[in-house]
């Protein structure tokens, strides 16, 4: 199965507003376009998936998914846990006393 037929590693749908609106935090390196498979072929139904990598590197990013069926945007977290906490520490410590 090709990549863009599948979620990015360490994915889950997160549904609180408060980690949703750090998206606009952060600078987007780039973004892609996947169709990722519901099942095992594309017979089992597809989703549309745009990844806004934030740290492609270290594999975070987030996502945001066309749910047809049920006509609503999902909306995904993707790295581990771990990577995240790490890029936060250093994000707050770059912009640590910038008060532009």
């Not at 047809?68 to 410590?93: H, M, P, Q, T, V």
Request: net charge negative.
């Amino acid at each position: 199965m090709n990549e863009f037929n599948r979620l990015p590693e360490n994915s889950k749908i997160i549904e609180d507003y408060s980690i949703q609106k750090i998206f606009f935090g952060y600078q987007i390196e780039h973004d892609e376009f996947r169709q990722v498979l519901c099942g095992e072929s594309a017979l089992d139904g597809v989703f549309n998936l745009r990844v806004f990598w934030i740290n492609k590197e270290k594999g975070l990013a987030f996502g945001i998914a066309d749910n047809e069926e049920e006509k609503r945007l999902d909306w995904y977290l993707i790295g581990s846990d771990k990577n995240w906490c790490e890029f936060s520490k250093e994000f707050a410590i770059r912009f640590k006393g910038d008060n532009t």
